[in-house]
């Protein structure tokens, strides 16, 4: 059954955060957590990264993983961390000015005055004026060194010499430089940086305690002479190759093909299907870690999957002609096509030229993917969910969307493009929705904007912007609602005639709006947290157990459907989500 359009962000949370240190409390002054030297530090290294992020791929790749619209999140703290920081008070000058990045000093000759906040606030203020006079532009991206730094440098109270410190600068290049490489989200999250001569390397000591690699499959087959994997690593994904005469003579190659043997001649066996492919993943698996940066894709914009590292990997039996990187060892195989690397769409992605959507999209606000964050409940990352890409988002910075407002880290939920004539069906519908303000008074999917990036192919010479999915509103549903696959909504029968009835007068103003929803079934009826039923997914991607066929895409098979739904599949699920 289709599950397309389903509210499906993740519920689960990390309870097992490291002890934060004492100053790190609700409550604290911003004088009190600079006093921990640790975390003034870990501060610098922040500030020094939004500084240099356009020069050094290091600083860049940290800030990336932030999860966070003010970037005060893993990899630089942890979440009560993160929480303290943000919480602390300070007394700061507040500078009445016309300058984009709200003045850091009063010697400005404008008018100023003194105000207690607390660090997000400040932060906030400094940047508002950035905000207003670039939204209508839609140019509301800032500048890292030129609009954050100086914010940064002023709110937090550290001058621009200690991010230019030698010894700071030393330590930057010895140790924390390899946090961009961290193997497991919840590392990140539990972050507590190591003394520069402590002689152990960061990942090394991160490695220690984190769970194991987690390795998505994606795809595979076997056919008589050979077979193939792709398997996904954080955003880096591996496809690997076994032509089975290069490696029959191996040792290693005699246990892989006698796992295949049985997956041929009982297709049926998972045990076997998934020996076989596990197999090829323990082979391949250090050269892997070696070669991929990030574990997970949660906390990584969707900017990152646009451009991902695609390796195409091939193993061989040992011969004196193939140099390999990775060493054979006892097994008799070695694994070439390490040194190549190409930068494609991943996890599903299928951009699609902004000019090939229809032209009542035109109006539809445009978010880089940049700034569309991947992450779980509380923006927490869960490794287990490392190749999920539909569902919660955060927006980093403001949108310049009229109903969102600023959308400063505003929870989302991000719907890939995977279908061309669905998506653009559900763009142009929800569009319309919007223009006629009928969200407004109905719980319809409410569409912020078009996530877009530019074109990653080579032969696209003049880099078109293409769309990669939409952003929508998030609905909350606490944890009696969800969708009628829902066992826990499932069990509400009393609440069943309230949505039977609120769902039909959705279904009524679409209508008399020439409007058709198009898909009905029991996944694309959300209840919110406040026990109300909305109506999602606008794709028309019939599913023929609520809607003949020959009733696709019309008044009448919306009709259907809801009867269908109420009036026989609710009454006696025959299935459910948990």
Request: aromatic share 6%; with cysteine.
């Amino acid at each position: 059954m289709s599950k397309k359009g389903k509210n499906k962000a993740a519920n689960k949370d990390s309870s097992d955060t490291k002890a934060t240190t004492t100053t790190t409390r609700l409550g604290c002054t911003l004088s009190e957590l600079r006093a921990d030297q640790d975390l003034r530090y870990r501060i610098c290294v922040l500030v020094y990264d939004l500084k240099n992020l356009k020069n050094d791929k290091a600083c860049s790749n940290r800030l990336d993983q932030t999860i966070d619209a003010l970037y005060i999140s893993t990899p630089y703290f942890s979440a009560e961390e993160a929480v303290a920081i943000k919480a602390a008070t300070l007394t700061t000058t507040i500078v009445e000015t016309e300058t984009e990045t709200a003045a850091v000093s009063a010697s400005t000759g404008n008018t100023s005055r003194e105000q207690t906040m607390t660090l997000e606030q400040a932060i906030t203020h400094c940047l508002q004026n950035f905000f207003d006079k670039r939204k209508a532009s839609g140019d509301w991206r800032p500048c890292g060194p030129h609009d954050m730094v100086p914010v940064y440098l002023h709110c937090f109270g550290i001058e621009k010499a200690e991010i230019e410190d030698e010894k700071f600068l030393s330590r930057v290049r010895r140790s924390v430089l390899s946090l961009g490489k961290l193997p497991s989200p919840p590392c990140r999250m539990d972050l507590e940086l190591l003394p520069s001569d402590s002689g152990i390397h960061q990942v090394d000591v991160m490695m220690a305690t984190a769970a194991p690699p987690l390795f998505a499959v994606q795809s595979g087959y076997t056919s008589q002479d050979s077979s193939q994997l792709t398997v996904a690593y954080g955003p880096t994904t591996f496809i690997i190759s076994v032509c089975f005469k290069d490696i029959k003579e191996t040792p290693w190659g005699r246990r892989y093909l006698n796992c295949v043997r049985k997956e041929t001649l009982d297709p049926g066996d998972d045990e076997a299907v998934l020996d076989a492919s596990d197999l090829l993943i323990d082979r391949c698996k250090s050269l892997m870690l070696e070669l991929a940066d990030v574990a997970s894709i949660q906390g990584l914009a969707i900017e990152a999957l646009c451009h991902s590292p695609i390796y195409r990997l091939r193993l061989l039996g040992i011969t004196g002609d193939v140099e390999a990187r990775d060493p054979a060892g006892d097994d008799g195989v070695q694994i070439i096509g390490s040194d190549h690397v190409s930068y494609e769409p991943s996890h599903n992605l299928y951009p699609l030229p902004i000019s090939e959507l229809p032209a009542s999209c035109s109006a539809i606000p445009l978010i880089p993917a940049s700034n569309v964050i991947l992450a779980t409940t509380e923006g927490r990352a869960d490794p287990r969910e490392a190749a999920i890409i539909q569902g919660k988002v955060i927006l980093r910075t403001a949108a310049a969307v009229e109903e969102g407002g600023s959308g400063i880290g505003r929870a989302m939920y991000f719907k890939p493009l995977l279908a061309a004539p669905q998506f653009e069906r559900e763009a142009r519908i929800l569009g319309r929705i919007a223009q006629l303000g009928l969200h407004q008074e109905y719980r319809f999917s409410r569409l912020v904007g078009l996530v877009t990036t530019y074109s990653s192919r080579e032969q696209d010479q003049n880099q078109e912007t293409v769309v990669v999915g939409m952003l929508l509103h998030l609905i909350p549903t606490g944890p009696r609602g969800g969708d009628f696959l829902s066992a826990t909504v499932q069990s509400r029968k009393g609440m069943f005639p309230q949505w039977k009835a609120e769902v039909e007068g959705m279904v009524t103003v679409l209508h008399e709006h020439g409007l058709v929803w198009g898909d009905v079934n029991a996944g694309n009826v959300v209840i919110d947290e406040e026990g109300r039923a909305w109506v999602i997914d606008f794709g028309g991607s019939n599913n023929a157990e609520f809607v003949d066929d020959e009733l696709a895409e019309t008044k009448e098979g919306d009709w259907q459907g809801v009867g269908r739904l109420f009036g026989v599949w609710l009454l006696d699920p025959p299935y459910s989500s948990s």
